[in-house]
């Protein structure tokens, strides 16, 4: 079905050295939307990909201009920042964003779109039956408890893209201007009627996840320290709580002395106590450093990212 100035949905699809799996996202992706009936737009962003990801989806564009457009951003930025170059760039009422790897099947997008329909603004998606490793399932249950419990942010599978918002939630994400954040979280917060539906999940169809471990723990401190200051509250609070078992040790360590007398032996269990202190101020301090630095990145108001080119038909 081709667009209107105006179309009901927006499909926001960041792109990052999927060459390989672009022709089968493609071939599943437009024949899901054909089907469901309702005007669109697709939305690839290729987010500074070193393979030939931008000739194919320039490709796709001359195939189908109507439905199409690319944008493409002149170096890598994130997946969540090329999101929102995505949302800068749709004109949808409904906009869903959806990885491209296919491991959330595009068929799944018409059971988002209702919920928006039904008058929710803010719709989650949780992986039935993930086809992830065992570690990989059992980091991302663990995270997101911790996340709950520091952010107060409720989402029962915060690593999957496929999520569909209203266009006023759209709208209050544009407005910021944050360099780091997390979009389902942000729009979690901008929501005012939520909700979370059951969607497939099948293996990546081509190439590897570009999350690696570490960018998986970067982000969710990203997420963490974005969204509330309880981390630096629960370090204030343990450092009270240890000052005043310092002060109980020290008082009775001086009670010792005067009773007993002198004495080396405990010599190792206080340069025990000492590390421990050590290494909780650098932690501390790494915390801190934390905050600082997305204070850092936010007050040089660099762009977020740069567009090379955006591709798509004139009216």
């Known amino acids: 079905m081709s667009t209107s100035p105006n179309p009901e949905v927006s499909?926001?699809?960041?792109?990052?050295?999927?060459?390989?799996?672009?022709?089968?996202?493609?071939?599943r992706l437009y024949a899901a939307l054909d089907a469901f009936g309702a005007s669109y737009e697709v939305v690839f962003i290729n987010d500074g990909s070193r393979d030939?990801?931008?000739?194919?989806?320039?490709?796709?564009?001359?195939?189908?201009?109507?439905?199409?457009?690319?944008?493409?951003?002149?170096?890598?930025?994130?997946?969540?920042?090329a999101i929102m170059?995505?949302?800068?760039?749709?004109?949808?009422?409904?906009?869903?964003?959806?990885?491209?790897?296919?491991?959330?099947?595009?068929?799944?997008?018409g059971k988002l779109v209702e919920k928006v329909r039904e008058g929710y603004d803010c719709v989650g998606s949780i992986r039935q039956q993930r086809q992830d490793?065992?570690?990989?399932?059992?980091?991302?249950?663990?995270?997101?408890?911790?996340?709950?419990?520091?952010?107060?942010?409720?989402?029962?599978?915060?690593?999957?893209?496929?999520?569909?918002?209203?266009?006023?939630?759209v709208n209050a994400i544009n407005s910021c201007e944050e360099v780091n954040t997390f979009i389902p979280a942000l729009a979690y917060s901008f929501a005012q009627k939520p909700t979370e539906i059951g969607v497939a999940h099948e293996e990546r169809h081509a190439g590897e996840s570009k999350y690696s471990l570490y960018s998986l723990v970067r982000l969710n401190f990203d997420l963490m320290t974005g969204f509330s200051v309880v981390p630096l509250q629960w370090f204030s609070m343990t450092g009270i709580a240890i000052s005043l078992l310092s002060a109980v040790f020290v008082v009775f360590l001086?009670?010792?002395?005067?009773?007993?007398?002198?004495?080396?032996?405990?010599?190792f269990t206080l340069f025990g106590i000492a590390f421990f202190l050590i290494g909780l101020t650098l932690f501390g301090v790494g915390m801190l450093g934390e905050y600082i630095g997305r204070i850092y990145q936010q007050v040089r108001h660099r762009p977020r990212y740069i567009v090379g080119a955006i591709l798509e038909r004139k009216e």
């Not at 001086?254 to 010599?267: F, K, T």
Request: hydrophobic letters at 45%; charged letters at 25%; proline letters at 5%.
């Open 11 to 27: 499909v926001i699809v960041p792109v990052y050295n999927e060459e390989a799996g672009l022709p089968a996202l493609f071939d």
């Open 52 to 81: 030939r990801s931008a000739a194919v989806l320039r490709e796709q564009w001359q195939r189908r201009p109507d439905v199409t457009r690319v944008v493409l951003l002149a170096a890598n930025a994130g997946q969540h920042m």
């Open 85 to 109: 170059a995505g949302f800068e760039n749709c004109r949808g009422d409904v906009i869903v964003t959806l990885d491209a790897d296919l491991q959330n099947p595009p068929e799944e997008i």
């Open 133 to 169: 490793t065992a570690f990989r399932r059992w980091a991302s249950k663990a995270m997101n408890r911790l996340r709950e419990r520091i952010t107060r942010i409720h989402m029962t599978d915060q690593g999957c893209m496929l999520r569909a918002y209203s266009r006023s939630v």
């Open 254 to 267: 001086v009670i010792r002395r005067v009773i007993v007398g002198p004495e080396a032996e405990g010599l």
